[in-house]
C-alpha cells in the first residue's frame, strides 16, 4: 500500500468516525466515543418463544453480553416460558402485562408470532416503556402502519431492529454517497440468501410458514432488510418497479425466494434478493453498488469493505470494537435512552420497509 493509500484510508476512518459522532451514522460508533450515561439496567422479554431469542441472532445472548439484569421473559406458552427462563436465569410469565406491572423494566425487547406482535406493541406503547420491537410488526402493511401512526401520536420510544444499518460496509456506502464520492450510481445489490425452512420448525416456530400467522415468508423476513437499506443509503423512497417470487423449493404457502426491483426518484436501481433456498448452514450474500467512480462492495466475511475505481483498489476494514449487526442495534437502544437521544430508526422506517415488501406482494400476485 502506498503512503497516498494510507494517508487515504486514515482520512476517510476519521471521517467516517466524525460523522457517526454527529449523529449522521448508527450508534455503534458514537458510543466508542461518548460515555454512556444511565441506561436501563431492568429489561423485559415479550414472546421469548420466536426463534430469535435462542437461535440467531440469539437475542438473550446478546442481552446477557450487556450485563443487563433480564427480569422476566414471557411466552404464552409456559413450558416455552420457563425453558427459556432456566436458559438465562430469569423469571417466567405467561401474561406480558403482568410481567411489565411486576417487574418495571426500565426497556422491553418485543418479539411474538409476527400476528401477535400488535397487541404487546400498543400495550408498550400506553405504558411509556422504551421498546425495541421485531419486525415486521403486523401480517399486512395496513396494521403496521397503522402502529406507526400510533406510536407517533403517543411519541412513544419505540424501534425495530435495523440490523443491516449496522455493518461497515452500509456505514461506508452511506456515507460516500451523502458526499457525493461515487458520482452517479447506477444500481444497488442486495443479495440476502439464508438456509431452509426446518431451523423454524426444529424451534417450535412453524407458524413462520403460514400466511396468516407469518404474514409472507422470505421477503417479509429477509427482504425487509434490503428494503430499509435503499431507502437508509440512498435517503430516497423507492417505488416498486417488478417482483417475482417462488415456492418452488419448499412448496409451502409462504414464498421461499423472491426478487425485487426497485426505483427511487433520483433514478437508481435496487436489486433486493432474499430466499430460503440456500442448501447447507450460511449464507448466500452479496451487497454492493455500482457507481460512476467506484463499485463498493462488502467482502465475503462482511467485516470489509472493497472499493474498486480507476487507479484504486483498496479494502477498508472495519475499526476496532466496531459492534454490528443485531448485537449492534441491541446496545444502540441501551446507550441512546441512557443518553436521552431518540430511537437509531423511526416507526416509519420499519413501516415504509413493510408497506415496499406488500407492495412487492401485490406486484407479485401474492396475497396476504
Known sequence: MTENRRQSRRGFLSGITAAAVAGGLPGELRSQTRNPARRPQRVAVIGVGHYHATLAPFYLKILQD??????????????????????????????????????????????????????????LVDAGI?????????????????????????????????????????????????SGELGTISHILVRFNQPGIQRYIDE???????????????????????????????????????????????????????????????????????????????????????????????????????????GRNETLMAPPGFVGSWAGVVKDCLDRIGRGEPPPASVRDCAAAVSLTFDAYRAAGETS
Not at 406458552?77 to 405467561?94: H, K, L, N, Q
Not at 409462504?254 to 427511487?264: N, S
Request: hydrophobic share 40%; glycine share 8%; proline share 6%.
Open 130 to 178: 422504551p421498546f425495541l420491537a421485531e419486525k415486521p410488526w403486523g401480517v399486512d402493511d395496513r396494521t403496521v402502519n397503522e402502529l406507526a401512526d400510533y406510536a407517533e401520536k403517543k411519541k412513544a420510544w419505540a424501534t425495530a431492529p435495523m440490523s443491516f444499518r449496522y455493518s461497515w460496509w452500509a456505514q461506508t456506502a452511506k456515507k460516500m454517497v451523502e
Open 66 to 123: 450487556e450485563k443487563v439484569d433480564i427480569v422476566g421473559v414471557h411466552d404464552p406458552d409456559r413450558a416455552v416460558a420457563e425453558d427459556r427462563a432456566r436458559r438465562c436465569g430469569s423469571t417466567p410469565f405467561t401474561d406480558y402485562r403482568a410481567m411489565i406491572d411486576s417487574t418495571k423494566p426500565e426497556f422491553v425487547l418485543s418479539l411474538n408470532r409476527h400476528v401477535d406482535m400488535p397487541g404487546p406493541f400498543r400495550f
Open 204 to 310: 417450535g416456530n412453524s407458524w413462520m410458514l403460514t400466511k396468516a400467522q407469518a404474514g409472507g415468508g422470505a421477503l417479509l423476513n429477509l427482504g425487509f432488510h434490503g428494503f430499509d437499506l435503499c431507502r437508509y443509503i440512498t435517503g430516497e423512497d423507492p417505488k416498486v418497479i417488478s417482483a417475482v417470487t417462488s415456492h418452488s423449493i419448499w412448496k409451502r404457502e409462504v414464498e421461499d425466494y423472491a426478487f425485487v426491483t426497485l426505483l427511487t426518484p433520483g433514478g437508481i436501481v435496487f436489486l433486493n434478493e432474499a430466499s430460503y433456498t440456500f442448501p447447507a448452514n450460511g449464507s448466500d450474500s452479496e451487497r454492493k453498488i455500482a457507481a460512476e467512480k467506484a463499485l463498493v462492495r462488502a467482502t465475503p466475511a462482511g467485516d470489509g469493505v472493497q472499493i474498486i475505481g480507476s
